[in-house]
């Protein structure tokens, strides 16, 4: 049971270069998310994709982009890497919207130097 | 937004009960209380969730108080595998609800052998 399936587990980027973290589920859920986790903070969410064809914008999105490629897979983009985003980035998902748990994946630790 | 409060450090013996409580005194009627927990560089991990009634799962088992301002989450046997830090959010039933999830610090759970 793979679950919630992040790629890469580790990455360094040089400020302003960009890149793609990959997210895919196997369970067929319609919900996902990408929320990053900073020491002495909670998890903050920076997008979520509701269910296939759609996104909107979390607590922190500026700096990022997102697609939802289809049912499966939910991508996050640095653009522009800043030390700011240096981070532990986790993508979840859930079967719909609503009162259900999340699942997550086991996250990809982002430096920006 | 409705917001939890829990201590910010618990320590427990292997084999003892651990009960860690929850404050949720702004939460609503249709608010359903969600335990999740982070093992060591590892995505948060659903644990358990309520509305009214007192719930068992083979994880643990939750309290929740006759008003719902308060939940304990109750671990019968701890073991060191229960090392973690424990969350307690609210999560409602509306669709739009999925910015409004405040992740605090959570409990983070020693385990003494």
């Known amino acids: 049971n793979a679950g919630v399936t992040q790629t890469p587990k580790f990455q360094v980027l040089k400020t302003g270069q960009s890149m793609t973290l990959q997210c895919a589920q196997d369970m067929n859920h319609n919900s996902m998310y990408w929320y990053r986790q900073d020491p002495g903070m909670g998890l903050r969410l920076i997008y979520y994709?509701?269910?296939?064809?759609?996104?909107d914008k979390g607590e922190v999105p500026n700096g990022y982009n997102v697609s939802r490629l289809n049912k499966r897979e939910f991508s996050l983009r640095l653009e522009s890497a800043a030390p700011s985003q240096t981070s532990v980035y986790f993508c979840?998902?859930?079967?719909?919207?609503?009162?259900?748990?999340?699942?997550f994946g086991s996250g990809t630790q982002l430096s920006v130097l | 937004d409705a917001k939890t409060t829990q201590p910010n450090s618990m320590e427990s013996n292997e084999e003892e009960p651990v009960h860690l409580p929850c404050n949720h005194s702004?939460?609503?009627?249709?608010?359903?209380i969600h335990w999740y927990r982070q093992l060591p560089s590892q995505g948060p991990e659903y644990v358990i969730h309520?509305?009214?009634?007192?719930v068992n799962n083979r994880m643990a088992s939750l309290a929740i108080a006759e008003d719902r301002k308060s939940s304990t989450l109750i671990l019968h046997r701890a073991t060191l595998r229960d090392a973690a830090v424990y969350y307690c959010i609210l999560i409602g039933l509306n669709a739009g609800n999925n910015r409004k999830l405040i992740w605090g610090l959570g409990t983070s759970l020693a385990v003494n052998p």
């Open positions: 702004t939460i609503s009627g249709t608010d359903y």
């Open positions: 979840a998902s859930r079967p719909r919207q609503g009162s259900v748990p999340l699942f």
């Open positions: 994709s509701a269910s296939e064809g759609t996104t």
């Open positions: 309520g509305l009214t009634s007192n």
